[in-house]
């Protein structure tokens, strides 16, 4: 089994695979020029990549996203994709997400404005068990993530666009469902695939949707909210003066976010650089060497259907 890598940190994949693999041959992209793999370890791959590979049997996709993948113009036809489903991301996208949760329950947003104006003011507490929380994609991140806050106390609606039902979890589903859950939740928390049906989710009807005070956090897809759209739902300045009270953002549909974008100036918006789910190494390896193996013995697998977009 011949195993081409492809990534920001390849050299430390090919370290983990090839301990996990011992009898495969492994290259890292950009390394050789005469290596032909049977199988694509990759995270971005450019298209370049897959006009020198013509001989590919699979890839597994270094992340749970696959957008970038999928979107490429010369990836090939016909043959399977693997990409992460959790591999502990969730544990750390969960902790993201609860520290957002309790930003907005906890008034710290607020607090954090009043230091700013030398202002002694307590708010009035709002108990877990009153603070609904939406969570968009139900798919193993989400899953986890909706399950972890339902344990802390918070009454959990989830959304999937075909039905589901989870243990605790109000689950909705549809556009139905998804108008329902708007109209119930103190927090939204997008998690959702980048596809065509999910681009731009988050847009204007769906924020007016939303109960007055509301708060966002996006650790999921940047392509999920219309941004514009968020903007007017903010209203300007640190005052809450708009239908939505604030945001915590992690991922943008140009990464980095660009440094004339608006949303850096905004004093409601909280910005992180895409870190709310960092791979960890040790158990993604196990799954990209669990997927390769499966792919190589000819074994049925879980892939991805292109045309869902995951």
């Not at 607020?110 to 994609?137: D, F, I, M, S």
Request: net charge negative.
């Amino acid at each position: 089994m011949r195993i081409l890598i492809h990534a920001d940190d390849a050299a430390l994949w090919k370290d983990r695979l090839a301990s996990r693999l011992p009898s495969a041959e492994f290259a890292i992209s950009g390394e050789t020029s005469d290596f032909q793999a049977d199988y694509l370890a990759a995270w971005k791959p450019p298209a370049s990549l897959f006009e020198a590979q013509p001989a590919l049997k699979g890839i597994v996709n270094l992340g749970a996203g696959v957008d970038a993948l999928l979107n490429n113009p010369a990836l090939p036809q016909d043959i399977p994709i693997v990409k992460l489903r959790d591999a502990g991301m969730g544990e750390l996208i969960a902790d993201y997400v609860r520290y957002g949760v309790l930003h907005f329950q906890r008034d710290f947003d607020r607090y954090r404005r009043q230091q700013h104006h030398t202002t002694w003011r307590e708010h009035a507490l709002t108990p877990k068990r009153e603070w609904a929380v939406g969570v968009l994609g139900l798919g193993a991140i989400g899953h986890h993530v909706a399950r972890q806050l339902a344990d802390d106390g918070y009454p959990v609606h989830g959304w999937s666009r075909s039905p589901k039902a989870l243990k605790g979890i109000t689950c909705h589903h549809g556009d139905d469902g998804l108008q329902a859950l708007l109209s119930k939740v103190h927090t939204l928390v997008t998690l959702l695939p980048d596809t065509p049906s999910t681009r731009g989710i988050i847009d204007r009807d769906a924020l007016a949707a939303l109960s007055d005070g509301a708060s966002l956090i996006n650790p999921g897809r940047g392509t999920l909210i219309d941004e514009a759209a968020l903007l007017e739902a903010l209203g300007t300045g640190e005052e809450e003066n708009g239908r939505l009270r604030g945001a915590v953002l992690d991922a943008f549909p140009t990464e980095p976010l660009p440094d004339d974008s608006p949303l850096w100036q905004h004093p409601r918006l909280w910005i992180t650089p895409h870190m709310a789910g960092p791979t960890p190494i040790d158990e993604a390896a196990d799954q990209v060497a669990k997927a390769l193996t499966a792919m190589q013995a000819g074994e049925a697998i879980d892939t991805v259907d292109p045309k869902a977009g995951y």
